[in-house]
């Protein structure tokens, strides 16, 4: 037998007994019910299922739970401070940049973290989010809002509003 | 159920790696974990990622340890500034989530035949390390590959780095994928140049090009038809007629035989004349 596996989520350490074979996504739905993370294609292009490893974005259906032993993991619910939302949430919501909502969890772990990095400010802020947010797939929306709500993110986030 | 082990530090993943020659070598998983939960479950899984990573730029060259990232390849400043067309290339490897996970080694090792980090290192007339615990060896990059998915890799072996030496003074690299988005979307012809340039002629051709063969190749007669030519439009379009002895473009999903051979002959085309252009 291998030993359970500990995976720090949203800041709190989780033991899981899982195979380290099942997929990050599986661990995080089904084992520990956080269900805002989506699964869209399983097959690592949509980025639905996008989470935080060690800060970076990731798919997690394209990690096993082998790989995120001792590791930390931020998921759509970790990313706000209590009532706090993020600031990529906030604009997401004010600026309507959601529609049918399977991307979206995805769109905001992406989003919070290149924004979170210094990402998507300046004259080229638009076409940054373009590339950054280019594994992000929505079928819905045409992606101007999501776009225009990243972009005030990021200036949310220069300006020091949480 | 499946055995997982987590090496230390890189000498420890080479001794478990002989020790345990049929588990599954696992670095950022991105290709390997496609669709993990239909696959057979391995034995054992090997995971060797942040193992061998790493940029190290001096006077010979680039040394890009087989655990680097394709983000980390796509930002690094240093590679950038004398080998723009590896970033360039990393920047289209899938997108931010599969960079950040993808490493080089990875690409190499599942020598996909659409891998889109390995024409351009065709085109750099890379150097491949491996080790094992018999010891460590080099294989250039061009006999790396030795037919569809299969490569000269040992059973008991590792990639550890990859190696590129600096070009010639004078020469124009070039790098273009082509496929239905810039992101995500499987390439349907890759090509990349190196073309030395001395006193107005072609010296030195190398075009490394993907998707178009079982493996990702050298164009050997476009090479040949560039070499110690000027680069001129009539020499262009020689070496795309060339390219048509080189490689064996197969109708899929993503495109045709009859598409991909015209495109790559327009690529390696376009090469040429930029490289004349660059000359001015």
Known sequence: MTAPLTITVNGQPRTVAASPWRRLLDVLREDLGLTGTKEGCGEGECGACTVLLDGAPVCSCLVVAGQADGRAVTTVEGLADGPL??????????????????????????????????????????????????????????????????????ADVERGQP | MTAYLRPTDDAHAIALRAAHADYLVLAGGTDLLVAAHHKPVPVGILDIAGRFAGITVDAAGARIGAGTSWRAIATSAELAATWPILPAAAREVGALQIQTRGTIGGNLATSSPVGDGLPVLLALDATIHLASVRGARTVPYHQFCTGYRTTALGADELITAVTVPRPAPGTYLGWRKVGTRAAQSISKVMAACALEIVDGRIATARFGVGAVAARPIRAAAAEAAATGQPPTAAVAAAVAAALRHDITPIDDVRSTAAYRLEVAGNLLARFVTNAGRTQG
């Open chain 1, 85 to 154: 939302l993020h600031a990529v949430q906030r604009e997401l919501v004010a600026r309507g940049g959601a529609q049918c909502g399977i991307c979206t969890p995805g769109i905001a772990v992406c989003a919070a973290a290149v924004v979170d990095a210094g990402a998507c400010k300046g004259g080229d802020a638009r076409a940054q989010v373009r590339e950054l947010l280019a594994g992000n797939i929505c079928r819905c929306t045409g992606y101007q809002l999501i776009v225009d709500a990243i972009v005030a993110a990021a």
